[in-house]
């Protein structure tokens, strides 16, 4: 399908208002408890001597960092993108000096490190990751080699051996790469994935009010039927009283002209009453299965393409097609593989139905290349890109396809309990004269009939009294 927009959110526009100042300095406060409690301990129980004062001087300075903030801003704030990599900065470098005084790498604490990075992977676009992530590697490096030494109170110094002081370092480098790789993998996924959604309910949102605008319609012409008809008969009997008596009586005149008026106030009444709630035509909500194929494949009947329907009973079934619920779903989600089907197909598309007392399956199919083989397992993800050939790239210059669309039709149709498999009809790497005629893209959809099929009092009372929604 032909989809535009963003695959990756961490690639568009710089994504501002992302981060809320208060869960940042939430944590710098646990930090700052944190390093204090240790600072403490390693002080007093087991008599390291440090550099104290400045040891609490660097915590002091996280400690008035969120002082300031907190008074500057309000709780509520959200960070956009540099602020949220400076306050990450800070953090860092905040840290590192901290590590300087207390022992560089011989300190096990050099592991929180990990911490500023792994936050700028899940919130920050890729350069600031990069910036956060390569300072974190020369901090790393620069406190292997630079540090203030620990000492006992008899003033032995505690040192790791030069093995595990390499070890370390290798250790946290590829914890900074791997972290901040894994964790924006995750994000990323995460944030597509939200996308996709929100595109999915836009689209359903979108269907339902086209199917709440057939309904006002239906009732439109109902109900404005009879106004509209007494309106046209008094005004012909006006126009005769008129042509034939130039001394007809005024007050019957009269008389005619105020009902011509109540009726059109009743079909501006009725009018600004289905504007205001809409009416619901029963009939609508439930059709016979190729009525409902019918209506999702109606915009691409004239793209180029042949629609082929082919409609059976499977072996035993009863002959007469199911009449089904005719949701907005299942309007949506068919017309979004059927218009897979015609961009890809070479002349053909193949919509067949088959039922029987438990199920109702329905393929979809075209005579076109059919999917990629490397990408059918991952049928259904949204923002999925491969790259394309320049032979590809010719023959459709316009198609930026992401998979948005067949994650659309999955998710709304699994919505109304369905189940899609996706396949190809031949082996792409046959020959042209080898492949059968039905050899590109295969969608076959199955519901369980007792779900999908309507009840007989559905079918009964379809033809109801048109009832307001409620309000």
Same mark, same amino acid.
């Given at each position: 399908m032909t989809e535009t927009g963003p695959a990756d959110t961490f690639q568009g526009s710089p994504r501002a208002n992302w981060i809320r100042l208060r869960t940042l300095i939430v944590l710098r406060w646990v930090a700052v408890l944190g390093q204090s409690v240790a600072l403490t301990i390693a002080y007093v129980h087991y008599g390291l001597r440090l550099e104290v004062g400045l040891c609490f001087l660097a915590v002091g300075a996280s400690v008035t960092a969120n002082l300031v903030l907190m008074m500057v801003y309000p709780a509520n704030r959200r960070l956009n993108e540099n602020e949220t990599l400076a306050m990450l900065l800070f953090d860092l470098g905040q840290l590192a000096?901290?590590?300087?005084?207390?022992?560089?790498?011989?300190? *096990?604490?050099?592991?929180?490190?990990?911490?500023?990075?792994?936050?700028?992977?899940?919130?920050?676009?890729?350069?600031?990751?990069?910036?956060?992530?390569?300072?974190?590697?020369?901090?790393?490096?620069?406190?292997?080699?630079?540090?203030?030494?620990?000492?006992?109170?008899?003033?032995?110094v505690l040192r790791v051996p030069g093995t595990f002081i390499f070890g370390a370092w290798i250790a946290i480098v590829i914890g900074v790469s791997f972290l901040a790789l894994y964790a924006r993998r995750v994000a990323t996924e995460i944030a597509a994935m939200g996308n996709a959604l929100l595109a999915t309910q836009l689209a359903l949102s979108r269907?339902?009010?086209?199917?709440?605008?057939?309904?006002?319609?239906?009732?439109?012409?109902?109900?404005?039927?009879?106004?509209?008809?007494?309106?046209?008969?008094?005004?012909?009997?006006?126009?005769?009283?008129?042509?034939?008596?130039?001394?007809?009586?005024?007050?019957?005149?009269?008389?005619?002209?105020?009902?011509?008026?109540?009726?059109?106030?009743?079909?501006?009444?009725?009018?600004?009453?289905?504007?205001?709630?809409?009416?619901?035509?029963?009939?609508?909500?439930?059709? *016979?299965?190729?009525?409902?194929?019918?209506?999702?494949?109606?915009?691409?009947?004239?793209?180029?393409?042949?629609? #082929?329907?082919?409609?059976?009973?499977?072996?035993?079934?009863?002959?007469?097609?199911?009449?089904? #619920?005719?949701?907005?779903?299942?309007?949506?989600?068919?017309?979004?593989?059927?218009?897979?089907?015609v961009d890809f197909a070479a002349e053909n598309v193949w919509i067949e139905a088959r039922w029987n007392a438990e199920q109702i399956t329905l393929r979809i199919i075209d005579d076109g290349e059919g999917y990629p083989p490397q990408l059918i397992g991952r049928i259904g993800d949204p923002y999925m890109r491969r790259r394309r050939s320049p032979d590809e790239r010719g023959k459709r210059p316009e198609y930026e396809g992401m998979g948005l669309g067949l994650f659309i039709a999955k998710t709304l149709l699994e919505r109304v309990g369905a189940e899609l498999t996706f396949a190809n009809g031949s082996d792409p790497f046959l020959a042209a004269g080898e492949r059968p005629e039905r050899c590109g893209a295969i969608v076959e959809v199955t519901w369980n009939r007792g779900r999908f099929a309507a009840s007989e009092e559905e079918i009964r009372g379809a033809l109801g009294q048109n009832q307001p929604f409620a309000s």
């Open positions: 000096f901290l590590l300087f005084l207390t022992g560089g790498l011989h300190n *096990p604490f050099a592991l929180l490190l990990l911490t500023p990075v792994t936050i700028a992977a899940t919130a920050l676009r890729l350069n600031a990751v990069l910036i956060v992530g390569a300072l974190a590697i020369v901090m790393v490096t620069l406190l292997s080699f630079l540090y203030l030494p620990l000492r006992t109170v008899d003033g032995a269907e339902q009010k086209l199917t709440d605008l057939g309904g006002v319609v239906a009732a439109a012409a109902h109900e404005l039927g009879t106004p509209l008809a007494t309106i046209k008969l008094v005004s012909s009997e006006m126009v005769d009283e008129l042509d034939s008596d130039e001394d007809c009586d005024g007050a019957a005149l009269i008389e005619d002209a105020r009902l011509i008026g109540e009726q059109a106030d009743r079909c501006r009444e009725i009018l600004r009453s289905m504007g205001r709630a809409g009416k619901d035509d029963k009939h609508i909500h439930v059709a *016979p299965l190729e009525a409902v194929l019918q209506e999702a494949a109606e915009p691409h009947q004239d793209r180029g393409k042949t629609l #082929h329907f082919d409609l059976q009973a499977s072996p035993g079934a009863t002959r007469e097609q199911p009449t089904v #619920h005719r949701s907005p779903e299942v309007i949506h989600g068919l017309r979004n593989l059927i218009q897979n089907a």
